[in-house]
């Protein structure tokens, strides 16, 4: 399919490693534990966010891909917040922190829901986080997939770029569920920069497993 | 390329169909009922349920096998009783697509009790939504939106992009769902945001919101022969915006939603004076319903009648920008306003020019709103043709 | 009294999740919210549920969170008042 959109940074993020533009970037052997990696990486790449701690953990992996993504490309020079979008998708929902949730529910005599956790109980959360972070107004639009929808999602977004919904769009997949993890985040935009690596399916699917 | 409504339901406490719905609504019935005790909530609360033997008698008549959790059996009923509506729509075919929008889905499945009757898979809305398109015969992929309380607005805004840029469907089933549970309530009451009574959208006496359980369609279609000439009403245009401000608390200004607002009436050519009714978001919670006065009147659309149906339906999530869209499309048929139950007195810093008595109104174009946790927001635009 | 106090700034940084926040940096009479600690509105709620939890004191009334919060003083002598 013939499109005159670019992808023009990728990150992504699993199994311990932090691969930028499809070249790795840093590795994480101290520990098996997916929290512990994320930490990691926000202090490797000196994130300075306070709020990443709060933040549960599908929101955690999301921001420091989208950190990482960002410091490649200096978006807010050229895009005005009303025109970037985040179209972001995944699995399992907000699944992790949902069983949390239930459990400081189920028992009456040890009943303490949390607002802080409640709050993450929905995956869009994460599209919130990326969007103060870096105060991003246009499009935004959680999907979730049984496995990442690349024809839809290259689709959907030339569609919004061509018709001037946006002018750059953050896009990808951010899953966490029962310790599987996996970040792919990518910038869409409709001018060769970067990467300038014609977005589409094809290329998606490349990319993203290519690791 | 236009893009009709086909046919449309609701499924609620206040009925099975879109006309039941309605008129319930024309006569100030409300849905919100008190429960001094329930499975879904420690303290006492006021909720919208809807019936389950209501649920479980309608759905024995589709004579189908009963495999299915509470909200899929919603959301069948809900497109079952839309196409009813129409029967041009073939729901079988490969230009048929199903758009499934739900905050939650099937969370009751975590509940202890619930949790080994059905596949661990059905928590997943991707595995949901294919149950619900099976049992339709339906050959398509659905797509699955979850974006908080704007998902149904934005599961309509798609559905209308979709059919106009792409030539391969023809019709496209936008049918939203979430269910009361102790998970939801539980958490908005964490939350400090639940009203000890009936919520007051828009009220000077406003103290939070009132949950509710609902399924609702709306049936989208650029195939002119499949609606009827007299009385067709169009998506025109929508947007969605986020405040980037704070992951809960709505934005201060309002800027956001004006965004939204601002790009959906771009997109639908049409001016603030041109609308003539806006179905708000009004959760009826101190902060949402003063962000959304201030975006109305930056918007200059503060003098349009605009009412919330919060304190008919409760707050429904995935649901409420569907069955609130469907409200609104009865309005323009009937050219009926409908009352905001439980307004008495505007309660908030700027004027908007809330419904306090159902009346008459000619009706041509239509603003529904909504806005939601991670500071999203959206608009759709319906017009008469 | 400065017993529960430290005791108390243990309990925040622990349920509000204030990782690079240590004990002595919290000064006993600072605003918590706005520019002292930086503590926003899903935390005066998290605040809430710890008086709840850790000393089984109700606040029915987020609002009552204002006075209750504006330091770690207040908080303490808010909870030796109300504690049964």
């Not at chain 1, 023009?8 to 311990?16: D, L």
């Not at chain 2, 389950?52 to 299915?68: D, H, V």
């Not at chain 2, 704070?246 to 603030?272: C, F, M, T, V, Y």
Request: with cysteine.
């Amino acid at each position: 399919m013939s499109t005159k959109n670019y992808i023009s940074a990728i990150c992504s993020i699993k199994n311990g490693k932090v691969f930028v533009n499809n070249t790795l970037d840093y590795t994480f052997t101290e520990s098996n534990e997916p929290i512990d990696f994320f930490k990691s990486v926000y202090k490797h790449y000196q994130l300075n966010y306070p709020k990443f701690y709060k933040m549960d953990s599908l929101s955690k992996l999301a921001f420091i891909a989208s950190e990482i993504l960002l410091k490649t490309q200096a978006i807010s020079k050229e895009h005005t917040p009303e025109n970037i979008a985040i179209i972001i998708a995944n699995s399992a929902s907000s699944l992790e922190i949902d069983t949390e949730h239930q459990q400081t529910i189920n028992d009456k005599a040890n009943y303490f829901p949390s607002p802080a956790n409640f709050v993450y109980t929905l995956p869009n959360i994460l599209i919130g986080e990326i969007a103060i972070r870096n105060k991003i107004k246009g499009e935004n639009t959680f999907f979730i997939f049984d496995k990442f929808d690349t024809l839809f999602m290259s689709s959907y977004i030339n569609s919004l770029l061509n018709s001037k919904k946006a002018s750059i769009c953050v896009a990808g997949w951010v899953d966490f569920y029962e310790n599987h993890y996996e970040a792919n985040l990518y910038l869409v935009e409709n001018s060769e920069k970067g990467l300038k690596s014609k977005h589409t399916a094809e290329e998606l699917n490349k990319r993203i497993t290519n690791n | 390329m236009n893009v009709f409504v086909a046919a449309d339901n609701i499924i609620s406490p206040l009925g099975f169909t879109s006309i039941e719905n309605f008129e319930n609504l024309k006569h100030l019935q409300t849905g919100v009922r008190f429960f001094e005790t329930s499975d879904f909530s420690v303290e006492p609360v006021h909720a919208a349920v809807i019936d389950n033997e209501k649920i479980e008698t309608e759905f024995k008549k589709l004579n189908t096998s009963n495999g299915y959790t509470k909200l899929e059996k919603m959301a069948i009923l809900s497109i079952h009783k839309a196409l009813e509506q129409n029967t041009t729509i073939d729901i079988k075919s490969e230009k048929t697509l199903i758009i499934f929008s739900s905050t939650k889905g099937n969370i009751d499945l975590l509940q202890p009790e619930l949790k080994n009757k059905y596949d661990k898979k059905r928590l997943f809305l991707w595995e949901t939504a294919k149950v619900i398109c099976s049992h339709f015969q339906n050959p398509n992929t659905p797509l699955v939106v979850s974006n908080a309380c704007i998902s149904g607005v934005i599961a309509l805004m798609l559905g209308k992009r979709l059919l106009e840029e792409n030539s391969k469907y023809e019709n496209i089933i936008v049918v939203g769902a979430d269910i009361i549970t102790h998970f939801v309530v539980s958490g908005f009451q964490s939350f400090k945001a639940v009203s000890t009574e009936i919520a007051k959208p828009y009220d000077a006496e406003r103290i939070g919101i009132s949950l509710g359980e609902a399924a609702g369609t709306i049936v989208l279609t650029n195939n002119v022969s499949a609606i009827s000439t007299t009385s067709s009403i169009l998506v025109k245009g929508g947007a969605s915006s986020n405040d980037a401000n704070h992951i809960s608390g709505p934005s201060r200004s309002g800027d956001g939603l004006l965004l939204a607002i601002e790009k959906a009436l771009e997109e639908s050519n049409l001016k603030a004076e041109d609308i003539h009714f806006i179905s708000g978001h009004g959760t009826a919670t101190l902060f949402n319903d003063e962000m959304e006065a201030l975006a109305i009147n930056d918007a200059h659309l503060q003098n349009v009648p605009m009412n919330s149906l919060k304190s008919y339906f409760g707050h429904t999530l995935g649901a409420a920008g569907i069955i609130e869209s469907v409200i609104t499309l009865e309005s323009m048929r009937k050219n009926t306003l409908i009352a905001t139950f439980n307004f008495k007195t505007l309660g908030t810093s700027k004027p908007v020019n809330i419904i306090s008595k159902t009346q008459e109104a000619n009706l041509q174009n239509c603003l529904k709103t909504a806005a939601g946790f991670g500071g999203c927001n959206a608009a759709i635009v319906f017009s008469k043709q | 009294m400065d017993a529960l106090i430290d005791k108390l700034k243990g309990e925040i940084i622990e349920q509000l999740n204030l990782e690079d926040v240590k004990k002595e940096d919290i000064n006993n009479d600072a605003p918590l919210f706005g520019d002292g600690l930086g503590l926003d509105s899903i935390d005066a709620l998290e605040l809430i549920v710890l008086l709840e939890k850790n000393y089984g004191i109700k606040v029915a009334n987020p609002q009552d969170g204002k006075k209750i919060f504006q330091s770690i003083r207040t908080m303490a002598e808010y909870i030796q008042a109300n504690q049964k």
